[in-house]
Each structure stands twice: as structure tokens, then as C-alpha cells.
């Protein structure tokens, strides 16, 4: 797909840490320009994430991959006319501080419609611009507790809250407001809570906890949908939902009389998993694996992360770009949209060049830089 649907559309990502960011990475796969603005007086926390050289990280720079980026100084007249003309030639401007910061700086939806009215601006937040808890600060993890969907006290490996009820929500709220506009000619703000993208996720449970249930037979009551450790202490995913598929496992391990026919889902008896549990500790990981060739079970072994990066399925697909970061080869997922991206991790045009696009001469743009109104970042 040499065409990338985004073609020919601006965004204008002013935010900070995992949310925005991976928004914008997944419009500029889909062909979007991203230019990146930080305010030279308040750089990104994701910056000093490890591992650190020099003034970035790889985490931002993994980010940020493909994007155009401009350090300005926010708190000057001149810093603050620069951002306001690239605000004026955008299509989105994406941005994640709290309810009416971007007001107080001078940046409301209400002064930037007026400069350009086809301006949508995706305001990710975690309770959204309005209700007692629009105010409060908080993370992915708090997101996620007030949402109900708190794990226990584990702390989740995966920002959910952050990437998916933030990113891939503000993503698709941005594609269907580009719909709109071709209709009405308007911009709109978003306005994104990743606590609501969190219940939104959370939907079959909070459904069902109004009936009374509040496990399912997909949340732990049967065996045959569970995870096992192995006898060298590996975790086997065993997802046999279907009969299908549990009576062909339950053969394979000389259990016969566990098999639906009659009765269904007779697993869901606590002594089923504790004998399905001694019986997947007899065996190792890779040994299971080799007894479960040609057989279709679901079942999966819980992969660690080097082994991911390992894995022959993802390398087939060209899931994985390996590319340089300080003299070291890195394997980076790309966006999963049916095509491989070809966004790289490099150096960042020059932020002259983009002055020069804005308008301003280069005597200018010098002047700018020697008294720190702009900044390459």
C-alpha cells in the first residue's frame, strides 16, 4: 500500500509521556505529517526514561520515530506567535494536559477555532474536561483501579489504560472527526478520559455484575481456560474454550471423562484444575509444545519478552524493524495496520526548515534560535 490514507494531514502533537505520543505514531503510519512540539521550559518526562544518552531515550525516540519536532519557548511573545502559526496550518492538535491548562496558556479551543475553524483538538485526559474528578492527577494504574479493572495489587506490564482506552480511543475519536469535517467544514475538541475508555473496555463485566455474575466462564471458573506452570516453571496458556477443542486436549492427556458430551463444561469443578494443574507440571514448556504439534487445541506457551523478539511467526511477518540507536541494533515493532511501516528512527528535519515553511526569513529564524525562543530537540 504505497498510498497511506493520512496523507496530506497535519498533526500538531503538543503532549507528553505514552498517550498522545502513541496516538501520533499511529496516525503518522497511516501517513500523517507529525510535528512535535515541546515546550522548551517543560521537556517530556519519557526523555530521562532508561536506558538515557545525551538529552533523549530510546523509548522517545522509538515514540517519536517519523515525526517532525520544534522545542519552543512558550512563556515569549515570539515563541508563542510560532506556535499559533502552526496551529493555523494544522488539521489536529493533540494534546494531554489537565482540564483548562491550554486556556491558561493562552491556547483555548475557543481563540484557536477563530484562527483556524477546521482545527480538531484531541484533548487526552484521565477523567475528561468536566466532573469531580476532572481535576485529579493521576496515571494509567489509577485509571484503570477507578474503571474496575484493577488486577489485584500486581501492577499491569502493559499500560492499558495509557495506550488503548488513551491512544487507540483518541486514534479512531481523530479519524472519525476528519469524516465529519469533510461533511460540515468544522473542527471539534475531543474530548478523551482514559478513565471512560477504561469502563468502555470493562463493558461485559460491569453488564454482567448487574445481574448478579461477576466471573465468567472466560475469567477463571474453568479449567480449560487458565494458566499453568510447567515443570521447569514456564507458564502454559491453555485456552481450550470450544469442546471442540478440550475434548481433543483431554485425549491427549488420557482424560477422557473430562470431555463434553452430555454434561458441559464439567471443569469448572476446583478438583479438575488442581489434577489439569499437577498434570502440566509433569512436563516442560518446550516438551508440551512438541506434544501439542498437529493438534488443535489452543494452546500457547507465555512467551517473555527476548523471546517475542525471538519468535519466527513475528519475523515472517516483517513485524519488527531492526534498526540502529547509539551503535546498538534494536528490534522495533511497527504499526499494525496490514502494511510495514517505513517510518525509521533517525535524526528529525531541522527545525530551520520548518520556520522556513511558516514564513520566516532566515535572519529571523537565527534570531530565534540565539535567544532561545526555538530549539532543536
Not at 110 to 137: D, H, V
Not at 252 to 280: C, F, N, T, V
Request: contains cysteine; glycine residues 8%; aromatic residues 8%.
Amino acid at each position: 500500500m504505497k498510498f497511506k490514507p493520512l496523507q496530506g494531514f497535519t498533526i500538531l502533537d503538543f503532549s507528553k509521556l505514552l498517550p498522545g505520543p502513541f496516538c501520533s505514531l499511529i496516525l503518522s503510519d497511516l501517513g500523517a505529517r507529525v510535528i512535535r512540539v515541546e515546550n522548551i521550559h517543560s521537556p517530556d518526562t519519557l526523555r530521562k526514561v532508561a536506558p538515557v544518552e545525551g538529552r533523549t531515550s530510546l523509548l522517545f525516540e522509538s515514540f517519536h520515530r517519523g515525526k517532525e519536532r520544534i522545542g519552543i519557548d512558550l512563556k515569549s511573545s515570539e515563541g508563542q506567535k510560532i506556535f499559533l502559526k502552526l496551529v493555523s496550518k494544522a488539521d489536529v492538535l493533540l494534546e494531554s494536559f489537565r482540564p483548562q491548562v491550554l486556556d491558561k496558556m493562552g491556547f483555548g479551543f475557543s481563540k484557536l477555532k477563530r484562527l483556524n475553524k477546521k482545527l480538531i483538538l484531541a484533548s487526552i485526559t484521565g477523567y475528561g474536561q468536566k466532573g469531580p474528578l476532572a481535576m485529579r492527577a493521576g496515571h494509567d494504574m489509577n485509571f484503570m483501579a477507578e474503571a474496575g479493572l484493577a488486577c489485584g495489587t500486581k501492577v499491569p506490564l502493559v499500560q492499558w489504560a495509557d495506550l488503548a482506552s488513551g491512544s487507540l480511543m483518541a486514534a479512531i475519536a481523530i479519524l472519525g472527526a476528519l469524516l465529519a469535517r469533510q461533511k460540515s467544514k468544522k473542527g471539534q475538541h475531543l474530548d478523551i478520559s482514559m478513565a471512560d475508555g477504561s469502563i468502555f473496555l470493562n463493558m461485559a463485566s460491569l453488564i454482567l455484575s448487574q445481574t448478579g455474575i461477576y466471573q465468567t466462564l472466560i475469567t477463571g471458573l474453568l479449567a480449560r481456560y487458565q494458566f499453568y506452570f510447567t515443570k521447569d516453571e514456564h507458564i502454559l496458556c491453555v485456552g481450550a474454550l470450544e469442546s471442540k477443542f478440550w475434548n481433543e486436549f483431554c485425549d491427549l492427556i488420557g482424560k477422557p471423562q473430562w470431555k463434553d458430551g452430555s454434561q458441559m463444561y464439567q471443569d469448572i469443578d476446583p478438583a479438575i484444575h488442581q489434577e489439569l494443574a499437577r498434570i502440566i507440571q509433569e512436563k516442560t514448556r518446550d516438551e508440551w509444545m512438541k506434544l501439542l504439534e498437529g493438534h488443535d487445541v489452543c494452546i500457547s506457551p507465555a512467551l517473555g519478552s527476548s523471546e517475542v523478539l525471538k519468535s519466527e511467526q513475528y519475523k515472517k511477518r516483517g513485524f519488527f524493524q531492526r534498526q540502529k540507536w547509539q551503535g546498538k541494533e534494536i528490534s522495533i515493532p511497527v504499526t499494525p495496520l496490514g502494511t510495514p511501516s517505513s517510518k525509521k528512527v533517525a535524526a528529525p528535519k531541522k527545525v530551520s526548515t520548518l520556520l522556513k515553511e511558516l514564513g520566516y526569513a532566515p535572519a529571523h529564524i537565527k534570531n530565534f534560535f540565539d535567544e532561545g525562543v526555538v530549539a532543536d530537540l
